[in-house]
Structures are given as C-alpha cells and as structure tokens.
Nanobody, 120 residues
Framework: QVQLVESGGGLVQAGGSLRLSCAAS????????MGWYRQAPGKQRELVAT???????NYADSVKGRFTISRDNAKNTVDLQMNNLKPEDTAVYYC??????????????WGQGTQVTVSS
C-alpha cells in the first residue's frame, strides 16, 4: 500500500505565504509525476501544479508567478510554496502521486487533503 501525508495548511491573510508538504510512503518503486490539486466549496477539483521526476513543472494560470512546486526524489516528497496568497486560493489542497509499486503496478494516489484559508 502507498500513503500520502500532507501538512502545512492553515489560515493566512491575503498577501501572506504558506508552504505545503507531502510525503509518500509504502511499497514504492518509483514516482512519476507528483502534484497538488485543490477543491473550493461548490467547485470541482482543479490542478494547481505538477512536477515530473525529471523536474519539469506545470502550473495553473491562476497561480503562475506566485506558487512554486518542488520535489525530493530521494525522499519521495513534494512541496508547494505559496506566496502572495489571495482569498480565491481558499480551498482544500490535495497531494497526488503517480506511483509505480514493486511488482510493476502503476496507480494514482491521493492524500487526505489540507485546508488553506486566505482571509481578505
């Protein structure tokens, strides 16, 4: 089994910063892409940022220039540095990982989510 554990959410004022972290553990052979998604109340879950094992990144237009995703392949962790936060960034943030497990099984996993609230 594989587990993703997130940390770092909280309440911050507009213009502030937060850093989210996610650690993957379990029977992991390799992790292909890792990423962060978010879901605001009444809205669908949306992509925030992704990063592949080689380091290439992809960001939603709404967070470009404000958020930075990074990963440590040796530790199976992915972080999201969020700067200049806006009230519209308020959501539950979910970590996601595309994992190849021992025995060659490849599957997508989600963390439990962490709340980010930005006050105006």
């Amino acid at each position: 089994q594989v587990q993703l554990v997130e940390s770092g959410g909280g309440l911050v004022q507009a213009g502030g910063s937060l850093r989210l972290s996610c650690a993957a553990s379990g029977s992991i052979l390799s992790i292909n892409a890792m990423g962060w998604y978010r879901q605001a109340p009444g809205k669908q879950r949306e992509l925030v940022a992704t990063i592949v094992s080689g380091g290439s990144t992809n960001y939603a237009d709404s967070v470009k220039g404000r958020f930075t995703i990074s990963r440590d392949n040796a530790k199976n962790t992915v972080d999201l540095q969020m700067n200049n936060l806006k009230p519209e960034d308020t959501a539950v943030y979910y970590c996601n990982a595309d994992v190849t497990r021992f025995m060659g099984v490849r599957r997508n996993y989600w963390g439990q989510g962490t709340q980010v609230t930005v006050s105006s």
